[in-house]
């Protein structure tokens, strides 16, 4: 068996959980009074589970309707709860956690699964020690509308979309910018990002876009997804995606592509002796600067 991974705090043994979820019917990963959200369930469960309180810490904070299937997330357990995960009769030469994982597979709902549990490394932070996270937006401008067992993941556009001036549009946003335009605001929270990645593809009937980012502030992807659509249309040029990023606050000339085409499909973590410097470094927030 490994050696626990210690909270600073002591007494507490952190467990990476990787996650995947169909958020159709969640308000969002972030746990709000009186709404179902995914870390709300998962909460849930988890402290069913060791028979005390836990929370959840998550790469990303998935709006309402937004789905996963690479979402990451961290949890403390008291190092006296840790043995509720394990079974009274282990199954030799299997992975420590995996009991835990079919045990959540009974308790949780059919639309989250807990896929994978691990102790995490020293310094692992799911938030703060992530390089990036990478999103993937699907459409269909197929008549018919959408392919019944993809209806909940892949938003159907009514109008032909021009892929290559969409492509042109994204690499003018490429690159450490404020993305405020594209941001709902949040009170203390920076909208400076690197975005790394915009691509899109076509293939038949179906457009996917994939963007990748160190991170993203509040609606961000669906702002720029819908931006870009409107570039799509010919309704605007790239030009003026390129003048967003002057604006200093959320902008009305366009509207945020719907949030279930939107899933969150992986985070990328550095080697484990670089954890805790890249917590430092994404603790420095951004601030805007004149250029």
């Known amino acids: 068996m490994n050696v626990p991974a210690i909270d600073d705090g002591g007494g507490h043994v952190r467990l990476r959980l990787d996650i995947a979820y169909d958020g159709t019917d969640f308000a969002g990963w972030a746990v709000q009074a009186g709404h179902r959200t995914v870390a709300g369930v ?29 979402q990451v997330a961290h949890v403390d357990v008291p190092a006296e709860a840790l043995p509720h995960a394990y079974p009274r009769a282990p199954r030799r030469a ?11 597979g009974r308790f949780l ?7 994978q549990i691990s102790r995490a490394p020293k310094g692992f932070d799911a938030r703060f020690s992530a390089l990036r996270r990478h999103y993937i937006y699907r459409l269909t401008t197929a008549p018919y509308g959408a392919e019944p067992d993809q209806a909940r993941y892949v938003t159907v556009w ?10 042109a549009a994204s690499r003018e946003l490429l690159g450490l910018h404020d993305f ?15 975005l790394q990645r915009l691509d899109w593809s076509r293939d038949g009937y179906a457009i996917t876009a994939q963007v990748s980012a160190d ?7 669906r702002s720029l997804v819908g931006a870009l659509l409107a570039v799509g249309e010919h309704r605007r040029t790239a030009a003026w995606c390129r003048d967003l990023l002057k604006v200093t ?16 499909v992986g985070v990328d973590y550095p080697p484990e002796d670089q954890l805790e410097a890249r917590v430092l470094i994404t603790r420095d927030l951004r601030s805007r600067t004149d250029d």
């Open 94 to 104: 299997e992975p420590e956690f995996l009991p835990l994982v079919r045990r959540l």
């Open 158 to 167: 009514p109008r032909e979309l021009d892929v290559e001036a969409m492509t």
């Open 109 to 115: 709902p059919v639309d989250v699964r807990v896929r």
């Open 215 to 221: 991170a993203f502030c509040w609606s961000m992807v």
């Open 42 to 70: 998962l909460d849930e469960a988890l402290s069913t589970v060791f028979r005390t309180p836990v929370r959840l810490h998550a790469a990303g904070r998935t709006d309402t309707g937004v789905h996963a299937t690479g």
């Open 180 to 194: 405020a335009a594209f941001c709902r605001q949040r009170e203390g929270a920076t909208t400076i990002r690197d």
């Open 249 to 264: 606050s959320r902008s009305s000339d366009f509207a945020a592509a719907p949030a279930h085409g939107l899933t969150l």
